[in-house]
DNA sequence: TCCTTAAAGCGACGTTTGTTGTGTTAGCAT
DNA sequence: ATGCTAACACAACAAACGTCGCTTTAAGGA
């Protein structure tokens, strides 16, 4: 959850499709269109995305301008606006490379635990200075790509949290029928509207706090997928 | 809660005092500077005040630009940057001139009812179309001047809430040492974190499912001041 | 090796954004 | 009324942004 503390920011990433087959929608011939992903074109995103990557940790999101990515990458302005349009969609591809990292949600052996934990990666992830997810978040605002991406990027990160409330049920601490997405929204969101949208400073409590409250909620059944 | 349904959106602002004042921090001379809010001033600041507005509800952000709003305002493009400096000054003093009203929460006679007309108005409030709030709180990344202005918008919003949480103590619903501001938060949070971060379509149910579980979690005495 | 053609390089252009210096208007006190 | 000057208008400017047509390079198949 949150675009974490991604161990290794976003740098090296190892997918090798570039993205400009994502980028464009089901549009081009199947056929005609015979794409060329070697070499050079594979080289050059892999500049481009470190440029981006850098700036973003240097400068933040200011810095985040096509002009300095392309300066900095050593290529043409021009490339980096047919290949990736802005800098939204710039974000969309390095958020989609590091969405395909191994994360998984730490098993501490009770849900509340499990739930702290997560929260204490997400108030570190949103502490960080400089602050690399307000600038995706923020970038999610002016760029609808890069809202997509990084809708998919959290999607992914609440799929995998989901194997905390399946342990959690199997140990009878909740029902079986709890809605893991909503609950994991409650116990996350606290953070993140504090932090994000109320800028609060950070409360080194309020992980703990916002888990507690959630999983006391999730065991009377407050989340559960009939009545709610 | 929420730069929520104000039933005039923001239009018609009494207040007086031009943000001059308060957009430059303590700096000019007590004596010196005779400001002179009178006349003219006050008329233009109106003017680029409505243009705001206007510009906003009928573009989104988008359509919100300096130049546009000079235009519009029938003012020069200089006087704007001068007086408000960018796009996130003008909002900022919108948004001033909006939470002065004389909004209060709901009184439905139990909390679990008055949080869950709360969220139904943030969530009006977030599905609006255009989207205003979106569009204040893209600007809040953007701007320094805009995001304190956001913060005190909500500051103020979750001070009248309080009187939800009094009244819910009164009648013997919550302990009397009930954090209230993180009970609110805790209720909230959910419907800012799927419709403003993760985009999710509006669903009618979670205005009452988010009401609920913080509810049942503050009944139990999640959000006690001491332990917490 | 050679040919085709994606993909990158290149430079020029028009637009937008934000700043600065200077002149003009009009509050407000006398 | 009259003078002072805060606040606005105007114009010229620089920098950044984004697009376009054309040329050059090199990936990948024959």
Known sequence: MSPPPPATPFSESPSPPPSAEAADPPETQPTSARRRPGG??????????????????????????????????????????????????????????????????????????????????????????????????????????????????????????????ERAVRRGELPADTDARRLLVAATAPLYHELVLLRTPPDPELPAQAARSAALAAAAGAFGGTRG
């Open 40 to 165: 050079r074109t594979a080289r050059v995103r892999e500049q481009v995305l470190d440029a981006v990557s850098a700036l973003l940790v240097e400068g933040g999101y200011d810095a985040l301008t096509v002009d300095a990515v392309a300066a900095r990458a050593g290529v043409h302005r021009t490339t980096v606006y047919r290949r990736w349009k802005d800098v939204g969609g710039l974000l969309a591809d390095v958020l989609d490379a590091a969405g395909g990292d191994g994360w998984r949600p730490a098993d501490t052996g009770d849900l509340t635990g499990d739930l702290t934990a997560l929260n204490q990666e997400i108030l570190a992830g949103l502490s960080a200075r400089p602050p690399i997810t307000e600038a995706l978040i923020a970038a999610s605002f002016r760029s609808d790509e890069a809202a997509r991406a990084l809708r998919r990027f959290w999607d992914d990160r609440y799929e995998r949290c989901g194997a905390v409330v």
